[in-house]
């Protein structure tokens, strides 16, 4: 394995000749807020931290890194929770912050071209403003940037009805880690011309090259929508109800899932009363339609309704208005702060067809007994995504960092058996790594690996993330 | 390059060993119907067929291959339109037809896994009693391969509101060039977790691997359909009208052009009366549009004529019934089959974002007239994917096969200029592959042929489709 140097004071006087002086940060107390993201506690400073805001700057950057053997780490919003956007090796961290214009919205092709440090949100509404619609959403939607987005093949409440990132990315100019530029497609709907390199762009963690300017379609906005909140007396039940809601036919636009303590702690964290949780009641499904007929969503809105009544269920609470639903989005948007808030935790990110629910909560209650680790579940539930949160609690420092890893790990087999998988849209990073064997053989992997080594010969960018190399 | 050895003998024995002797083909008279598929007058006769119908197998001829240095062939339906079924070096011939088996239908997860040589419309049919939807679905549905289609990325009329075979490929078993068996993903509908092998397959054009096994998500049928044709006085504006519909907001379910000459021919071809074509009508644009609320379809239906009627069109016939749907379909669906009774043709598969669909098509005529050739064009308007077809007419040998060339390296350079490329669904295989260099530079060709080195260190697999390597 390439052996890195360390960032000279004649690197980073270079690397302030590329991207200017006050663009290149190399003081720890500045440079500290890019040393974490929302992964757990981890904690990486970088050796010099440089905000380029053009192609040709970042070139310079990876051509310089490259000839130097310096580590290179991509970064959009900080927002990520596999660690990928950390600089395990310090070295060089790219951060993408001033890659933030939006080049253009095309209306009369439906497609956006932005670059990548755009926040998500913001994205989203300018679009809307055209009656354009960006559905991938990820619950940190107002602090993430599209890049990241790309980076992590994100996800978010809308992917059960209209997919996830790589369904909406046509075309990605990308700078490789030897500085040489290529766009990976082209900005069409239909694309059969040689391999397709813009999705396998998408989703590899910043490991193959620096994104520097993405190319989106659009689709038109659903003009309205209706949302309802679903209590039901047992967990497994409420997942069971995710399939039977999609065997009757309907495709709601979200259909989110919450267990009674992620409900209760993000209420209490945000200060809300709005819903009120009767004792008996064990989780939630959020589920929400959309579209342009008031009267069918109406339609579809019933007749999801007469699917749950067949269940166990309290009181179904219809959202009135655009406050109601606003604020029932916020307590489903802002649950895993509260969980962090609470307490120190875990959060994995599994992903099973969508039928296996029941059968993977009851597995992660049990292997939670086996192993005494309380847990705390909540996601997309119409994916079949469980985000799995385990609370720190009263766990000692040896099983936090110790036994646990083997009671991940019977999570993780559980979700292989099941079809599934152990990232829906969190990424592998630098905190699952370790669980890649469980999903894919030697053969994979080195597969994988090789395709690293095509795009990265010198192994100098985002090393040590997905699987080591 | 390697040098492929001739198959010999002992090869045939052993491969008769493999897969049963009777599955065993040698003699040019069995092989004939193996040595060409839709692609112009192309011909290649194979060495040896042979018609494994396990992975072991499978396996089992790729180890012999490898070691023996075999140039290798896979082969679905052979209705491919580019010649990537052809054995260009002779050797082996891998044909899929006894891989015909849908594995299961999970209709508690909407998702299918299925053989490889299942013909797409038996395939859609089967899932179509359970009430669930595949909808990519190519003119040759009747007599094409779903592994042909997962080969080619196909998309087909359905494409323009439900996407292209991509979007529905959630897991596939690979045979390795060296015999290795993988899976590239999981069973879900989300998936963050390494590089994304299942997307570099598909559109690979059979040169990474042999597909043994493909799950494929499903979605809930569409109870409805409307179906419309509306003749244009100008081929130009009609292409103008197919954006003008997405831009206020309707997204059919299908959007077909149809140039003067293609309808035509395809009504003498069929013997059909059913459309009058009236003399100063230049092209037609067939429309649908689905969904489960037959008074939602006629307000969109509605909405959709007041679009088109702002441009000089003649009268538009709305499909009375089913039988009338039909015959409409079966219209479309054959042109491709009417062109080439009519004439000798070349067929280019362009795309362009929908758009620039007016301008590409202006711009095939004018270089038609340049170069002295006619064109017939047809084809997906709603993803701005027209297929042109070259008719060869009185076109001498010379200009047929010399300076014809340059008029399609013209019509490829426009597309590209447009943010298009050249094909949509048909792939490169042979034919198109002198032309990569229009959209590819020399960086992404190399990244390409590096990953077909991955896969096939040996180049046994497909070599010389897509590119030369």
Known sequence: MTTFNKVTAAHIAALREIAGTQYVLADEESMSRYAQDETEDLHYLPEVVVKPNTTAQVSKIMQLCSQELLPVTPRGGGTGLSGGALAQFGGVLI???RFNRIIQIDERNLQVTTEPGVITEELQNAVKEKGLFYPPDPSSRGTCFIGGNI???SGGPKAVKYGVVKDYVLNLELVLPSGEVIWTGANVLKNATGYNLTQLVV???GTLGIVTKIVLRLIPL?????LMLVPFRSAESACAAVSAIFRAGFTPSAMEF??????????????SSSVKIEEDIQAHLLIEVDGNYPEVLMQEMEGIATVVEGFDIGEILFAEDSQQKEELWKLRRRVAEAVKANSVYKEEDTVVPRA????LLKGVKDIGKKYGFHSVCYGHAGDGNLHVNIIRGTLTEEQ???????GIREIFELVKQLGGTISGEHGIGLVQKSYMDIIFDQTSMKLMKQIKQIFDPKNILNRGKIFDC
């Open 95 to 97: 951060s993408m912050e």
């Open 151 to 153: 980076a992590e093949n």
């Open 203 to 205: 989703g590899s963690e």
């Open 222 to 226: 659903p003009k309205n929508d209706l």
């Open 258 to 271: 919450m267990e009674r303590d992620a409900l209760e702690w993000v209420s209490q964290y945000v200060q």
């Open 356 to 359: 296996e629910l029941p059968v």
């Open 400 to 406: 936090w960092n110790g036994t646990l890893r083997e």
